[in-house]
């Protein structure tokens, strides 16, 4: 089926340093999401992005968070600069439609440890 | 915000009885997607529907948009189903739930 594929699979990074999660979405989507789950929890919605824009985030999505997608390249999650509490797997997806029955499909997660 | 609950918390069944995950929310869903999370964390989608009933293999999902809420029903077990089931779904944001921990023995 329809692969969403993510680069890194796992990152260490220093406390402070900046770092960007690089997804690939399935080649026809226009909705496009990441998620964050630290080890033992819930999944937690982060943002969502459609046609260039934020279209809704949550209270995670800190100041130092930002998306972008340019050039209908790399859909990005870059964190300036990292902290500790950002240690988890973030996951991204992506949809053909956002209001639908259509499949959100998830990539395989980017396992970040800031130390 | 919206919220998704899911019950029970955890189930335990003996290989061939039949499972059934609710998945409740706070207000109006456009889309409800159910996963099973692999232990390594990755996600597998089994259904996504937004309303009315849809088949899969032994799985079936069940969605009443009205009463904000659905259901997944597993029949015939097996002790591969076990691990733990995610409900996502919502309208602006898709939110998950906690998920309910299945274990199906022999």
């Known amino acids: 089926g329809p692969k969403v594929l993510q680069i890194p699979s796992h990152q260490i990074i220093d406390m402070g340093q900046m770092v960007t999660l690089n997804c690939d979405p399935v080649s026809n989507h226009l909705y496009f999401y990441w998620y964050k789950q630290i080890l033992g929890q819930q999944m937690e919605f982060l943002v969502n992005f459609y046609n260039g824009k934020v279209m809704e985030k949550s209270k995670l999505f800190k100041d130092q968070f930002s998306v972008e997608r340019p050039d209908g390249s790399y859909f990005t999650l870059k964190i300036q600069p990292t902290a500790l509490e950002d240690s988890a797997v973030y996951f991204c997806?992506?949809?053909?439609?956002?209001?639908?029955?259509?499949?959100?499909?998830f990539g395989e997660g980017s396992r970040l440890i800031v130390v | 915000g919206q919220q998704v609950q899911q019950s029970p918390a955890s189930l335990v069944l003996q290989e061939g009885e039949n499972a059934e995950l609710q998945c409740n929310f706070s207000?109006?869903?456009?889309?409800l997607q159910w996963f099973y999370q692999r232990p390594g964390g990755s996600l597998v989608s089994l259904l996504s529907n937004p309303s009315g009933t849809k088949h899969t293999g032994r799985l079936t999902s069940t969605t009443v948009t009205k009463e904000r809420r659905g259901s997944l029903h597993i029949s015939s077990s097996q002790i591969t189903d076990s691990g733990t089931y995610l409900c996502q779904g919502g309208s602006a944001k898709l939110i998950f739930g906690e998920g309910t921990k299945l274990t199906v023995s022999s």
């Open positions: 997806a992506s949809s053909l439609e956002h209001h639908s029955g259509n499949t959100l499909y």
């Open positions: 207000s109006t869903a456009t889309r």
